[in-house]
């Protein structure tokens, strides 16, 4: 269980996270969402140790952060690395790099990590291109990389900011599958989504952000009956039946 | 052309490539190295009987000329272009890294100058303390990393600002040497040299401690590579991945300003091969710093002993300092890299 309790955070005089609680319990999908400039990254990064809280407290597993080595805390959490920044490597190398919370001094890779490479590449079905260049790779074959990446690292708490943007459509319902699939294993899978139907449709808690703060914190169903959505985006969100599936509209304000 | 610019631009690699060819390469590199090692020995203003000399040094008494030569003159200037060029290439790697900018070499962006002015600072100051040589200019060429290091970080400025800030860092210091210089005209032998980098009258007393020094910060920075690759990542990703960002920022900082201050202590300061050889091995070998580290040190070893081989035979029996060889080869690389990598960016 993560837990957040009354997080502020700025950057300079700007607020960007307000009195900020939650928590985040394994074995369930988390999706958040907002507007533009709400503090969804920044969340994020709080939530993954790559910044620290103004003021407030985040524990992991009952312990407060501060108590994990850099190390112990990667073990335990970890972040999908972006792809706009990747070096000309071979994805079998970057896999490989995110077993670096497990590496001893030496930096060898252990059999258990070799084995934990391939699964994961195979899990991300990236294996048939894990030995090209990251950089000549395709959006959709980098991103798959990178969740092989995630994947080795095999953590309980796992962080996805933004995952879908490079995606076609296709592509994203198979990336929303697979954070489904960690959360059957009893993972926690936090993650930020641009794609509100993607979020109503796969997601079993939403957190809807406006301006730093929580607005509401509840099932798809609960949000939308609730109408935060149409507030906070200024639209008219439509659940419609399709084959028997609920699928979701979205409407400009009239 | 597009050969040419394939090879200038460093994403253009093909990793299942590299670790093939990887072993071969290095073994290559080892061999050009003990080949030109020789070489160097052999040839100068006049040749000598390499073997007859080599005898007569072992047995003890080395009283012919060409024992001399070889004993006195040419093998520490070998064995100081080998220790130079490996020192000042893999500070290139270490920086680069650091910086994520293959242009940071460390005679561009002022490291160089900065060891060069803890060098003659020392050289003014206790001109006996020979022996600290390498430390002082360790500390110059760190002050300069960190320069850097803060301007980059703080600004988030894009590569070429890091480049051209970098210039201006190390104009700043090399305006601090040319005054140490004027001031104290004696404390350097052969300024001349000093400032454009160069191997004649290297001695043993000189070269032993700074040796010493590079020898050691090139085990720790191939123990080191691990955690080099992880950066390269980026801060964020490196992070995330449980690493102590800042702490390997500085550790591998410190070991290229070790490694430069160390090659500038006996060599002046000799440019580029930091910025040629790290290019050229990334092609070869990718972006493993496991391999990176070990085969720019071989190429800088080989570089800097071919130039300075050249310099010496050219217009023989006068001869340059390597320094500016390193220069005519060095310069327009840097130029071409510019160059290309604008139609990359933009």
Known sequence: MIEAMHLFFSYGARPVLRDFSASFAPGLLYGIVGPNGCGKTTLIRLLCGLSAPREGALSLDAMPYSVFSSKELARKVSLMPQIASLPPISGEELVGRGRYPYWGFSGRMSPSDLQAVQYALQRAE????????????????????????????????????????????????????????????????????????????????ILVLEEGKVQSFDTPENILSSGVLDRVFSLSCRAVEVDGRREYLFLPKE | MSILRKFFTPNSSDDRKHGRHAPVLLCVLLLLMVVFF?????????SIDLVAAIKEVFSGKSDSPDARILLYLRLPRALGAVFAGAALAV???????????????????????GAGLGAVLMLSALPSAVAFLPVAAFFGAILACLCIYAIASRTGGSRMTVILVGIAVSSVLSAGINTLKTL??????????FMI?????????RLLPAAGLILLALILSLLFAREADVLSLGDD????????????????????????????????????????????????????HRLLIPASALGGAVLVLVCDLLCRLIFAPYELPVGILLSFVGAPFFILLILTGRKRHD
Do not use: W
């Open chain 2, 237 to 288: 990703t490196a992070k995330s991945l449980g690493m102590n960002v800042k702490r390997i920022r500085l550790i591998l900082l410190s070991l290229a300003s070790v490694l430069a201050g160390a090659a500038v202590s006996f060599a002046g300061l000799l440019g580029f091969v930091g910025l040629v050889v790290p290019h050229i091995c990334r092609f070869f070998v990718g972006q493993n």
């Open chain 2, 91 to 113: 500070a290139g790697v270490l920086i680069q890294g650091v910086l994520h900018n293959p242009m940071a070499a460390p005679n561009i962006i002022g490291v160089n100058s």
């Open chain 2, 184 to 193: 104290y005209p004696d404390s350097v032998y052969d300024a001349d040299a």
């Open chain 1, 126 to 205: 990236a294996s048939s291109f894990a030995h090209r260049d990251v950089t000549k790779l395709s959006g959709g074959e980098r991103q798959r990389i990178c969740l092989a990446m995630l994947l080795a690292q095999d953590t309980p708490y796992v962080l996805l900011d933004e995952p879908t943007t490079y995606l076609d459509i296709s592509h994203r319902f198979a990336l929303m599958e697979q954070m489904r699939a960690l959360r059957e294993e009893g993972k926690c899978v936090i993650a930020v989504l641009h794609d509100l139907s993607l979020a109503l449709r796969y997601c079993d808690r």
């Open chain 2, 197 to 205: 980098g160069g191997l004649s009258g290297i001695t043993f007393i």
């Open chain 2, 38 to 46: 020789f070489a160097a020995l052999c040839f100068g203003s006049t």
